[in-house]
């Protein structure tokens, strides 16, 4: 019976479709811009993917992501001419302070964020967000002391929650069919920018050493070592917040935003205006919400790990021999980042669609996880190689780690926006940003105190030096993984669409 009354529903709903002209299908707004954007992807329908749209949610993400890890490759130089650290292995302790820093600004306000994004638009929220790269980005690389350098982080990190709002927007602005690719450009320029981040502050760190027949010694560039690197991210983010000026807005500015998508929802599912109630809670506390907090609880234990392992990555390369280090100078964690980053991009445009079609965006994430344990634990047995061996292994090893990270980051993305709908969908990537902001502020001081603590324990009979960061890392990792399988992470209500 019901079937037969679903079928008739959908035949109705179709004949109307029929008969109708294409834009009266939905109720749209005059002055909503929300209704502007749902007018054109209908319009769009059949169409290929929007590139151009791509590349500016591309350009938004990789604005956010570029601050945070620029610093990794010459943070520990930093705190070392600071002069702050009593002893050669408390570097990568007082390195770890300033690393979480950001991410403890950007934990204390990211639900704010949100909050601003749902009341007040996407566009507003972003270009704040932007704007606040510039300014503090900029003042971070003319730090002459510790406390600068923590406080310009914690306020750039506290005006960084807009990847949140991003997110939502890329849910938003995309048609359903191509919301996949638009949240795997999100996460891939989020990937990329962790990568091409430390490869700028590698590169671009104390000009005055690596290029002194461009930078002369006692200048501008000679009192600030590590103002470059920043200032052309900053340079970067200015670009991007210019062009924020014109992109669209997607939030609906009236009450009947979700109308002719519950219609639909009602008609699909063969109920009455009562059970299409259930379908939609407009007033739904987030919270109880388990498919999207089990993601967001995982997801968060996933930046935690790799946030750590970014840290970790970074210090151990430039750390000394005789601590377990490769005695790396900063290009060579520049040289090593960047084959990632290339690889990542190929990934991301070329292979991801096809590994979430064969797999599903959860299971991917899975299957990506497993593979990461045996990688990291490789690690201190490939800085065994010495020469081109070590680098072509290091360059793999990384390259195969970020490509799984983005898999599972995306597949979780993928998760959060599909499980809400649009009018609090900018509060729950608030909250995910708020938890991920947390647990990403516990990683570089916890990661670097393991390093410390590690270095000091060289001669050890169980997993002695760099074998221990790395057991420890996995143990995160092996946690996440529990995480993304039943009964833990929550099914949505079309679970086909992701498994």
Same mark, same amino acid.
């Given at each position: 019976?019901l079937?037969?009354?679903? +079928?008739?529903?959908?035949?109705?709903?179709e004949?109307?479709?029929?008969?109708?002209?294409?834009?009266?299908?939905?109720?749209y707004?005059?002055?909503?811009?929300?209704? @502007?954007?749902?007018?054109?992807?209908?319009?769009?329908?059949?169409?290929?993917?929007?590139?151009?749209?791509?590349?500016?949610?591309?350009?938004?993400?990789?604005?956010?992501? #570029? *601050?945070?890890?620029?610093?990794?490759?010459?943070?520990?130089?930093?705190?070392?001419?600071?002069n702050?650290?009593?002893t050669e292995?408390?570097?990568? !302790?007082y390195?770890?302070?300033?690393?979480?820093?950001?991410?403890?600004?950007?934990?204390?306000?990211?639900?704010?964020?949100?909050?601003?994004?749902?009341?007040f638009?996407?566009?507003?929220? $972003?270009?704040?967000?932007? !704007?606040?790269?510039?300014?503090? /980005?900029?003042?971070?690389g %003319?730090?002459?002391?510790?406390?600068?350098?923590i406080?310009?982080?914690?306020?750039?990190?506290?005006?960084?929650?807009?990847?949140?709002?991003?997110?939502a927007y890329?849910? +938003?602005?995309f048609?359903?069919?191509?919301?996949?690719?638009? #949240?795997s450009?999100?996460? =891939?320029?989020?990937? $990329?920018?962790?990568?091409?981040?430390?490869?700028?502050g590698?590169? %671009?760190?104390?000009?005055?050493?690596k290029y002194?027949?461009?930078?002369?010694?006692?200048?501008?560039?000679?009192?600030?070592?590590?103002f470059?690197? &920043?200032?052309?991210?900053?340079?970067f983010?200015f670009?991007v917040?210019?062009?924020?000026?014109?992109?669209?807005e997607?939030?609906?500015?009236?009450?009947?935003?979700?109308?002719?998508?519950?219609?639909?929802?009602?008609?699909e599912?063969?109920?009455?205006?009562?059970?299409?109630?259930?379908?939609?809670? @407009?007033?739904?506390?987030?919270?109880?919400?388990? *498919?999207?907090?089990?993601?967001?609880i995982?997801?968060?234990?996933?930046?935690?790990h790799?946030?750590?392992y970014?840290?970790i990555?970074?210090?151990w390369?430039?750390?000394?021999?005789?601590?377990?280090?490769? /005695?790396?100078?900063? &290009?060579?964690v520049? &040289?090593?980042?960047?084959?990632?980053? #290339?690889? %990542?991009?190929?990934?991301?445009?070329?292979?991801y669609?096809?590994?979430?079609?064969?797999s599903?965006?959860?299971?991917?994430?899975?299957?990506?996880?497993?593979?990461?344990?045996p990688? %990291?634990?490789?690690?201190?047995?490939?800085?065994?190689? =010495?020469?081109?061996?070590?680098?072509?292994?290091l =360059?793999?090893?990384?390259?195969?780690?970020?490509?799984?990270s983005?898999?599972?980051?995306?597949?979780?993305?993928?998760?959060?926006?599909?499980?809400v709908?649009?009018?609090?969908?900018?509060?729950? &990537?608030?909250?995910?940003?708020?938890?991920?902001?947390?647990?990403?502020?516990i990683g *570089?001081? =916890?990661?670097?105190?393991?390093?410390?603590?590690?270095?000091?324990?060289m001669?050890?009979?169980?997993?002695?030096?760099?074998?221990?960061?790395?057991?420890?890392?996995n143990i995160?990792?092996?946690?996440?993984?529990?995480?993304?399988?039943?009964?833990?992470?929550?099914? @949505?209500? @079309?679970?086909?669409q992701?498994?």
């Amino acid at each position: 019976m019901l079937s037969s009354r679903k +079928e008739g529903c959908l035949r109705n709903m179709e004949e109307e479709k029929g008969k109708q002209p294409l834009l009266e299908r939905k109720k749209y707004y005059e002055n909503c811009p929300g209704c @502007k954007v749902d007018q054109a992807k209908e319009l769009s329908e059949g169409q290929g993917v929007p590139i151009t749209k791509l590349f500016i949610m591309w350009m938004v993400a990789l604005s956010a992501a #570029l *601050p945070i890890s620029s610093l990794f490759p010459f943070l520990y130089f930093m705190v070392r001419d600071f002069n702050i650290a009593k002893t050669e292995a408390d570097i990568s !302790t007082y390195a770890g302070y300033v690393g979480s820093v950001f991410m403890l600004g950007r934990c204390l306000t990211s639900f704010l964020w949100g909050i601003i994004a749902d009341r007040f638009g996407r566009k507003p929220a $972003i270009l704040i967000g932007v !704007t606040s790269v510039v300014v503090f /980005n900029t003042l971070f690389g %003319l730090s002459t002391s510790f406390w600068m350098a923590i406080i310009t982080r914690f306020l750039l990190g506290s005006f960084n929650g807009y990847l949140g709002p991003v997110r939502a927007y890329a849910a +938003e602005l995309f048609r359903e069919e191509h919301q996949a690719i638009g #949240l795997s450009t999100v996460s =891939s320029a989020w990937g $990329i920018g962790l990568i091409i981040g430390p490869s700028l502050g590698g590169y %671009l760190a104390q000009p005055v050493e690596k290029y002194p027949n461009i930078f002369p010694r006692d200048s501008f560039w000679d009192k600030f070592p590590y103002f470059l690197p &920043n200032l052309i991210t900053s340079a970067f983010a200015f670009v991007v917040a210019i062009g924020c000026i014109w992109i669209p807005e997607t939030l609906h500015n009236h009450n009947s935003s979700n109308e002719s998508t519950e219609y639909a929802e009602a008609l699909e599912n063969g109920s009455d205006a009562t059970d299409n109630e259930k379908i939609t809670k @407009k007033n739904e506390n987030l919270f109880l919400n388990w *498919p999207l907090m089990s993601s967001v609880i995982a997801y968060c234990v996933f930046s935690l790990h790799d946030i750590a392992y970014q840290e970790i990555f970074s210090l151990w390369a430039v750390s000394p021999p005789k601590l377990g280090g490769l /005695n790396f100078t900063t &290009n060579d964690v520049g &040289n090593i980042l960047s084959v990632s980053g #290339l690889a %990542l991009i190929i990934y991301q445009l070329a292979l991801y669609p096809s590994v979430q079609r064969a797999s599903g965006a959860i299971g991917s994430a899975r299957i990506s996880a497993l593979l990461t344990i045996p990688l %990291l634990q490789s690690y201190p047995f490939i800085a065994l190689f =010495s020469g081109l061996a070590l680098f072509i292994g290091l =360059s793999t090893a990384s390259m195969l780690k970020s490509i799984f990270s983005i898999t599972i980051v995306t597949g979780l993305f993928l998760q959060q926006n599909r499980v809400v709908e649009q009018h609090q969908r900018g509060t729950a &990537n608030g909250i995910a940003m708020t938890g991920m902001s947390l647990f990403k502020a516990i990683g *570089p001081a =916890s990661g670097g105190a393991v390093l410390t603590w590690s270095q000091k324990r060289m001669d050890s009979s169980f997993l002695p030096g760099t074998h221990m960061v790395f057991f420890v890392l996995n143990i995160a990792e092996a946690v996440g993984l529990l995480m993304i399988f039943k009964p833990f992470l929550g099914e @949505k209500k @079309k679970p086909d669409q992701l498994q």
